[in-house]
């Protein structure tokens, strides 16, 4: 399996040979290959416009559509098409999101083609087309049956933002809830977890010290990438611990122990029930305020409900953009949250200090996903869900943030 998934490579042996003591003292900048962070600032010099013209074109595109008068003409065609305004609506709604996603092909294609260059992306062409097509389906499904239920919703009654914010609150439980069995299997290659003895025996400890019964499986990321990563999905009682191959097989036992108990401090937190409200919310509170901004813009003659969906997706995209780095930033200190709670946790399981296995997993994370010790603010606001690496291995540390990158929140 080692051979295999083509980990442990030269870079998990440069970062396991580091010492505790140079873990704990030395400055971030010294301890991740230099290398790989000059890479890392050069694929986010790339990230940052590549993204930025995806969402301007979906933007622009949209509020195109809609002003040309090409939105009215496609509502009159569907109704001329079907009798079931339902119908209409799922397809117009359907329509907008193809457009959106079509918009972003390119910029989305140049960005693929620029991680596998960077050997972070090791899908072929065909296979990302593939899952960019299924992803695309998916958008449509979703917009189609939320266009249509709110504006059947706003037919029936004047009351109909409080059933529709109940409705995609609950939709977006339920969908957070269902991921582990329901939705991840299909798109991601789960297997029996193969732990080491040792690394078994560690998690029989904490799960007896936490009482925490949640099954861990480990993620097939290997041929698609060499990059490890953990997290965890769903809430309450279908959570699964993710531990990808290429994580298991490149980290020592003493990182998978703190990975594990991360994971751990995650469950008991109740985070992911957490993180499924704030996603509905910031999805409510979003919409609801570009409903506000474009009723304000002015009816074309030929306008309706329906036709103004595509003024609505571009408005979406104005307040998205806004939102962005709020919701970033709730995800961020939810993480360095899980982190201290695990080093505490880790702290009472076993002798010694479990930091350097903390900083050790930073610095392997920041070395195979170039992630940049010190990332430009613009990245850090938009691209960042986790902390940056610099700032947080200083944190945990004890020491002051290096000069120009944003501290790190400690607590929640």
Not at 290 to 312: K, Y
Request: proline share 6%.
């Amino acid at each position: 399996m080692i051979a295999i998934s083509g980990r442990p490579n030269a870079l998990d042996r440069e970062v396991s040979a580091l010492s505790p003591h140079a873990l704990l003292t030395q400055p971030p900048g010294t301890l991740i290959d230099p290398a790989r962070a000059a890479a890392a600032a050069h694929l986010e010099q790339f990230h940052i416009p590549a993204w930025s013209v995806m969402i301007a074109l979906q933007i622009a595109v949209l509020a195109w559509f809609w002003s040309s008068g090409n939105s009215a003409r496609l509502r009159d065609y569907l109704r001329s098409i079907v009798r079931s305004e339902f119908t209409v609506r799922f397809c117009y709604g359907a329509a907008v999101a193809l457009i959106g996603r079509l918009a972003a092909f390119i910029p989305q294609a140049l960005q693929y083609r620029f991680e596998r260059l960077m050997d972070l992306n090791a899908l072929l062409f065909r296979a990302w087309l593939v899952e960019w097509i299924a992803s695309t389906l998916i958008a449509m499904l979703a917009a189609g049956l939320i266009a249509a239920v709110v504006l059947w919703l706003a037919d029936r009654t004047h009351q109909w933002y409080v059933y529709a914010i109940a409705g995609v609150i609950g939709f977006t439980l339920l969908v957070s809830y269902a991921n582990p069995t329901a939705i991840a299997p299909a798109y991601t290659p789960f297997a029996t977890f193969a732990p080491t003895r040792t690394l078994a025996r560690d998690i029989a400890a904490l799960r007896e010290r936490t009482g925490i019964t949640v099954p861990i499986v480990q993620e097939q990321a290997y041929p698609r990438t060499h990059i490890g990563s953990s997290y965890v999905l769903g809430w309450g009682g279908s959570q699964k611990i993710v531990v990808s191959d290429t994580l298991l097989r490149g980290a020592t036992e003493r990182e998978m122990r703190f990975v594990v108990a991360r994971a751990f401090a995650w469950v008991a937190a109740n985070d992911g029930l957490h993180v499924a409200l704030v996603e509905g919310a910031f999805f409510v509170v979003g919409t609801a305020l570009a409903v506000f901004a474009s009723d304000r813009i002015g009816f074309r003659r030929d306008d309706d409900p329906v036709s103004r969906l595509a003024l609505l997706g571009a408005v979406m995209g104005c307040f998205y953009l806004i939102g962005l780095p709020f919701y970033n930033g709730y995800m961020r200190n939810v993480d360095v949250s899980a982190d201290q709670a695990a080093i505490a946790l880790a702290a009472q399981m076993w002798p010694g200090d479990p930091r350097p296995d903390a900083i050790r997993l930073e610095v392997r994370e920041a070395d195979q996903a170039l992630r940049p010790p010190c990332p430009n603010r613009f990245a850090y606001w938009y691209f960042n869900q986790h902390p940056a690496v610099g700032p947080h291995i200083a944190s945990l540390q004890g020491r002051p943030a290096p000069s120009a990158c944003a501290p790190v929140r400690l607590s929640r």
